[in-house]
């Protein structure tokens, strides 16, 4: 398998404009999670889904952030409109339900967003 | 709230030497598991051990392994004959054992590799 598959891997945009990061988790992962790292506060919880269904979202910081699981295959996570301080690299990261060490968390490579 | 700590923002050894990296962690739980992640410059996170709660015994892969003290709510990892790949930052992640649920990162430490 490819492993957790993120796009783009970078990404530059202008305050106000939207952006849309994109996840393709391991095929037969039952849970999908959303990680933002920063500086200051280290790697955060944003969202998981299970099934598609997201279970948690206490920790999307606003309004603007929304995510999306269509699919068992692929995920979104959308800023709009985006600020300064949204600048961070984020990743995704699937999981089984079931394995060799129970929940074990697969990441992707990360998206670096910067944010003018 | 389970919290995660590390309080070496930053270490560094010596080629060939040991260094151990502390965590220390908060949770009311008893069964949990425990994780030390690498992330190395081109940003993948890489799983480098894992600890269940129940096991008394200190895991280990190869040059990593931890000292587990659950009264304390300690976890540390200790790398020895260090190498010039292991220069990486160096994160401390729990998680409860029941359900799926995601993980709670410390800040990091990172690690420098000295020649």
């Known amino acids: 398998d490819a492993g957790v598959i993120q796009s783009p891997r970078h990404e530059v945009t202008e305050m106000g404009q939207e952006v849309t990061l994109r996840c393709k988790p391991i095929s037969g992962h039952d849970y999908l999670f959303w990680y933002r790292q920063t500086m200051m506060r280290g790697l955060e919880l944003l969202i998981y889904f299970n099934n598609n269904v997201p279970i948690d979202d206490s920790g999307m910081p606003e309004d603007r952030f929304s995510a999306k699981m269509p699919n068992a295959s692929f995920s979104t996570l959308k800023i709009q409109p985006s600020e300064p301080r949204d600048s961070a690299v984020y990743f995704c990261?699937?999981?089984?339900?079931?394995?060799?060490?129970?929940?074990?968390?697969?990441f992707g490579p990360g998206t670096r967003l910067t944010v003018t | 709230a389970q919290t995660v700590t590390q309080s070496q923002p930053e270490m560094s050894v010596q080629e060939a030497e040991t260094v151990t990296l502390s965590c220390t962690y908060d949770?009311?739980?008893?069964?949990?598991?425990l994780f030390w992640y690498k992330q190395p410059p081109s940003r993948q996170m890489i799983l480098v051990i894992r600890q269940e709660a129940y096991k008394q015994q200190n895991a280990t892969e190869n040059r990593f392994s931890v000292n587990f003290q659950k009264a304390a709510k300690s976890f540390s990892l200790k790398i020895s004959d260090s190498q010039l790949g292991d220069a990486a930052m160096y994160f401390c992640a729990y998680r409860p054992i029941s359900g799926n649920t995601p993980l709670v990162f410390g800040k990091g430490t990172r690690l420098s590799v000295i020649a």
């Open positions: 949770t009311s739980e008893s069964d949990y598991y």
């Open positions: 990261a699937s999981s089984p339900l079931r394995g060799v060490v129970v929940h074990e968390q697969y």
